[in-house]
């Protein structure tokens, strides 16, 4: 089992930054790789930033690709999402997942991912 709960989630401003953070237990957290994913009302999820186990290797969505980042600190059991210069387009709740499966690959597939946090609400508004 991995437990996965998200925060840093508010309401900001068209160009402001935010972090999300995404605290893990439950498993040995560089087991598993952890991606990002986000969901707005009347839309599928979608593949946000994605992570490995060393956090060597990370991939990200052309729609935020040069804005978010996303990064791990295995001591602290905790992946980031960096998100600058925000946009309106960018709100959504975003979700934290781990992939318990991978070896050295990292999926951009939201089926790929075992477990799910519940979720943080970022609204940008203009």
């Known amino acids: 089992q991995v437990q996965l709960v998200e925060s840093g989630g508010r309401s900001v401003q068209t160009g402001d930054s935010l972090r999300l953070s995404c605290v893990a237990s439950g498993r040995t957290f560089s087991n598993y790789a952890v991606g990002w994913f986000r969901q707005a009302p009347g839309k599928e999820r979608e593949f946000v930033a994605a992570?490995?186990?060393?956090?060597?290797?990370?991939y990200y969505a052309d729609s935020v690709k040069g804005r978010f980042t996303i990064s791990r600190d295995n001591a602290k059991n905790t992946v980031y999402l960096q998100m600058n210069s925000l946009k309106p387009e960018d709100t959504a709740i975003y979700y934290c997942?781990?992939?318990?499966?991978?070896?050295?690959?990292?999926?951009?597939?939201?089926?790929?991912?075992?477990?799910w946090g519940q979720g943080t609400q970022v609204t940008v508004s203009s």
């Open positions: 997942a781990a992939d318990i499966k991978t070896g050295l690959a990292v999926s951009t597939k939201f089926d790929d991912y075992d477990y």
């Open positions: 992570i490995s186990r060393s956090g060597d290797k990370t």
